[in-house]
Nanobody, 126 residues
Framework: VQLQASGGGLVQPGGSLTLSCAAFGPKPMLESYSYAWFRQVPGKERETVACMSTSDRRTYLSNDAEGRFIASKEDGDSTMFRRMAAFTPEDTTQYFC??????????????????WGKGTQVTVSS
């Protein structure tokens, strides 16, 4: 299985970007896994931004992402998208996609991912 994220770049504060993540591998496997977006600022812990759970067929966003980011994936499609808007400089970092298991319990996102893609850089600057 391989994951490839793309769509990053330079964006102005308040602007928007659409990131995509393409997954390559056996179709039954791609359809059985949950997908998630993460980001990691150097020196800080990895942060889960969005989880598209196969087990309960729901999409969860982190508290910071709620109202600003939209994550989507069509059934049977091995590509997921994330529309990000209302950027702030604090959103500047690498964004990664991954496959595995994820869900939300009591407001917190939990994950156990098996496959990780290389990140795509988002830089928010005027």
């Amino acid at each position: 299985v391989q994951l490839q994220a793309s769509g990053g770049g330079l964006v102005q504060p308040g602007g928007s970007l659409t990131l995509s993540c393409a997954a390559f591998g056996p179709k039954p496997m791609l359809e059985s896994y949950s997908y998630a977006w993460f980001r990691q600022v150097p020196g800080k812990e990895r942060e889960t931004v969005a989880c598209m759970s196969t087990s309960d067929r729901r999409t969860y966003l982190s508290n910071d992402a709620e109202g600003r980011f939209i994550a989507s994936k069509e059934d049977g499609d091995s590509t997921m998208f994330r529309r990000m808007a209302a950027f702030t400089p604090e959103d500047t970092t690498q964004y990664f996609c991954a496959m595995g298991q994820c869900t939300r319990v009591a407001g917190a996102l939990y994950y156990d991912m098996d496959y990780w893609g290389k990140g795509t850089q988002v830089t928010v600057s005027s």
